[in-house]
């Protein structure tokens, strides 16, 4: 059977980081960074388009619409153009120019909104979901689509089941939409018993409080990309979390650089914030097993950010 790029979507390797050497437990990184698009988004956007395909929501020539930090819209772009729709992303400004300029070559328009909070009307979210309904467009919806969280537990988590044969200790990641965590969360919990389950959010971000505490401490700003949030999205289900690890910019950024520099993975800035949480759950010790955590994106998207060039 000849095989398209939608084929070529999840299956990724899971790499074992030298960064981890002598700490309690060894950690697994899975390069979601390999896929066809660069990111683990492209699972969601191929999961969502034949969902509502298999639902008969979408007729040939439609237009899709997602809220994006960037990735998802390049899964929808690939998606797009193979399954015949045309696609708009709405983008908050502080996502990097070089995400804006891979949409728009690969055919998306793009909208840019102000970086505004969930509640105000100028919110990405907000206006994604303003223009589907003006225009009778087809939003994909990732923060709350079921199907996002879905694909994530039949494909990712039981890709790390295999590939781990089962033995995990812990499965560490940031939240944007919170599918990944959510639905590895939920396959890793019915099938590894004692399996730690830990948010790993940037400092900045409201969603360790409120995995904590149950409330949302006021949000301030931070670079990392694509993590973290003031209000916690509806696919982030608090109950399958059994902890948190906060991590600095400067800690993601460095950690980033260093698996990019030491360990030959080409990756973005949130996979800086995974692996250093990661890397404290592994030194803490008290894990059974392997910690598993995830490569988010891809360097390319980061070309034109200084914590790419930074020392250090
Ligand atoms: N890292 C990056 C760079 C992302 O774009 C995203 C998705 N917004 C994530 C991590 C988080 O993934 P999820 O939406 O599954 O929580």
Not at 98 to 104: A, F, N, P, Q, V
Request: aromatic share 4%.
């Amino acid at each position: 059977m000849r095989k398209t790029a939608l084929d070529c979507i999840g299956d990724t390797p899971l790499v074992a980081l030298a960064l981890a050497r002598g700490l309690g437990a060894p950690v697994l990184a899975k390069c979601e960074h390999l896929n066809p698009g660069g990111s683990i988004k492209d699972r969601i956007a191929k999961a969502i388009v034949l969902d509502a395909e298999e639902r008969g929501l979408l007729r040939p020539g439609m237009t899709l619409i997602e809220a994006t930090a960037g990735n998802t819209g390049v899964g929808l772009a690939i998606v797009a153009a193979l399954r015949g729709y045309r696609l708009v992303c709405v983008m908050p400004e502080k996502m990097s120019v070089d995400k804006r300029r891979s949409l728009t070559a690969l055919g998306a328009r793009v909208v840019i909104t102000p970086n505004a909070p969930p509640s105000s009307a100028d919110n990405f979210q907000q206006v994604a979901r303003r223009l589907a309904q003006e225009n009778g467009w087809y939003l994909t919806d990732q923060f709350k689509n079921p199907a996002n969280v879905a694909v994530h537990e039949r494909s990712t988590g039981r890709e790390i089941l295999e590939q781990t044969g089962g033995r995990v200790g812990a499965f560490v990641v940031g939240a944007g939409t919170g599918g990944t965590l959510s639905g590895v969360g939920r396959c890793l919990r019915a099938s590894v018993p004692g399996v730690k389950i830990i948010l790993a959010d940037p400092v900045g971000s409201s969603l360790a409080d409120w995995v904590e505490h149950g409330s949302l401490c006021p949000s301030a700003a931070y670079a990392v990309e694509g993590i973290g949030s003031s209000e916690p999205p509806a696919n982030l289900h608090r109950d399958v979390i059994d902890g948190v690890e906060r991590i600095s910019d400067e800690e993601s950024f460095s950690t980033a650089r260093r698996l990019i520099r030491e360990e030959g993975l080409l990756v973005g800035g949130s996979a800086g914030t995974n692996v250093a949480a990661a890397l404290r759950v592994a030194a803490r010790g008290d894990v059974a097993g392997p910690v598993v955590t995830i490569l988010p994106d891809a360097w390319d998207r980061y070309r034109s950010c200084a914590w790419m060039l930074a020392e250090g």
